[in-house]
């Protein structure tokens, strides 16, 4: 048994990380039987849980979308904010219950609150029903461990550094978009913010891998990858001969892959030669999520993200120059503790100068082990909860805005399926990651096609074939 350690993950040495290529040494022993694979958060999870898919089916088992007709259930958790643990355990009730009628059903628990020292306490003292529990750094493991699964809970979560992992399978969810993870981990450790201890440090990709990677997903008739990381333009800074993000998105880009995407950007690594870089290429797609985080330099210095509000605008302003039709959108933390109305106010005047084309909000939410937790708060909850209201109001008028400048224009989509309300309709994106639902066949699914906006609405856009 391995139990998570805070301090543990949180040790930086300068010891090179080791790569590691995935062995697939397991049979197909549970056949006929069902698994319930379930993400919480990010879309590295979202990864994550594409390569636990693909485990589970190498095991033999097949999936089931519904809960009571599985066999072994796999929790992809997120920790990132309170309520994700909320969720989590009150879905580990549903389990339990279905345990008792099920008593061979197994329930595993993976992702980042596996990594916390007081989910996995908990999880060993007060639900011993769960049979598993891996972590990040070894989801390679799960296949073992389930053909090992006794009654005594498992338990194997490591606070290492961590290890690059290549020839990795997954089980995609998608023929049409791939995420393609460039690096794991992250070294910022900004003050609020829990993944450098869930994830490890910062781990690159060899850009040879990643290329051929990219290259076998063309050939596969992918029209579409997402580069994955936490902090993707920080790609290549720890690698024994460094090599930039740009470097790194040309060569894929020379793919000639018709649609390439970035998550997750942090302004501080955003160079001049990464914005010229997506300006020059065709299909370097225009669009960048660029968390602001707080517009008050005062709350961006104790959250430790090492820019100033006025570094952020600048940075802004270059990108909206050089990237032709450029969409930006950004992340805020509303309520940092002891964030005042000055601040917010602060806040409020950079989302009016950037005008973003949407933004995701939240509450500041305190994390175990994080310094941030630690600073005692002033604001109230409600106060708190009045600030976010009236921050959504003006993000979700200028998304609306942003949007009404699409309406009569012509914009390339790629269709990617049958719209969930309406199934005479298709979804897909525009260059922009715009959400548009046209009426259309379903034969154009995985097709780029040119779409006449008709409506625009705040999230998302009405159009029919151009
Ligand atoms: S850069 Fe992102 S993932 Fe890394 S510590 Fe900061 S908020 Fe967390």
């Not at 992992?165 to 992250?186: F, H, P, Q």
């Not at 084309?357 to 310094?371: H, L, N, Q, V, W």
Request: proline share 3%.
């Amino acid at each position: 048994m391995h139990l998570p350690n805070l301090e543990e993950a949180k040790i930086r040495t300068d010891k090179k990380s080791e790569i590691k290529n995935n062995s697939y040494d397991f049979k197909k022993q549970f056949q006929n039987q069902k698994f319930y694979l379930k993400t919480y958060g990010c879309q590295m999870n979202v990864h994550d849980s594409e390569e636990i898919r693909k485990y589970l089916e190498m095991l033999g088992y097949q999936e089931t979308k519904t809960l009571e007709e599985a066999d072994i259930v796999v929790l992809n958790t997120c920790a990132i904010r309170e309520n994700a643990h909320d969720k989590v355990f009150g879905y580990l009730g549903r389990c339990k219950h279905l345990k008792h009628e099920k008593p061979n059903l197994l329930i595993c628990l993976g992702g980042c609150m596996s990594q916390e020292e007081s989910v996995v306490n908990e999880i060993k003292n007060k639900h011993p029903y769960v049979d598993i529990v891996f972590g990040t750094h070894n989801i390679n493991d799960l296949p073992k461990m389930i053909i090992d699964a006794k009654e005594k809970q498992n338990i194997e979560v490591y606070s290492i550094e961590g290890n690059v992992y290549e020839n990795v399978l997954y089980s995609r969810d998608s023929k049409i978009t791939a995420w393609v993870n460039i690096m794991y981990g992250c070294d910022k450790f900004c003050t609020y913010c829990i993944v450098p201890y869930t994830r490890g440090k910062q781990r690159s990709r060899r850009l040879e891998s990643i290329v051929k990677e990219v290259e076998e997903l063309k050939e596969a008739g992918y029209k579409e990858v997402t580069l994955l990381g936490q902090n993707v333009n920080a790609y290549g800074k720890d690698l024994e001969e460094p090599v930039t993000f740009s470097e790194l998105l040309e060569k894929v880009a020379e793919t000639k892959i018709p649609r390439i995407r970035f998550v997750t950007s942090h302004p501080w690594d955003f160079t001049s030669e990464l914005i010229e870089c997506i300006a020059k290429y065709e299909n370097i797609m225009p669009y960048i999520h660029l968390p602001l985080q707080s517009g008050s330099s005062r709350i961006l210095k104790l959250m430790g993200r090492r820019y100033t509000k006025e570094e952020y605008l600048k940075l802004f302003q270059e990108i909206k120059e050089k990237i032709k039709d450029v969409s930006i959108t950004t992340d805020i933390i509303v309520g940092f503790p002891n964030e005042t109305e000055e601040d917010f106010l602060e806040t409020l005047d950079v989302v009016n100068k950037c005008q973003f084309d949407g933004a995701f909000t939240f509450i500041y939410s305190p994390r175990e082990g994080t310094p941030a937790r630690l600073i005692k708060d002033s604001v109230s909850q409600k106060e708190k909860e009045e600030r976010l209201a009236r921050l959504n109001k003006i993000v979700n008028q200028y998304s609306l805005n942003n949007n009404k400048k699409l309406e009569g224009k012509i914009e390339e989509v790629l269709f990617l399926g049958v719209s969930e309300k309406d199934d005479k309709k298709l979804y897909g994106y525009t260059k922009t990651m715009k959400l548009v639902n046209v009426k259309a066949d379903s034969t154009l699914i995985g097709q780029i096609v040119p779409v006449k906006i008709t409506e625009a609405k705040s999230f998302s856009l009405d159009g029919e074939i151009a």
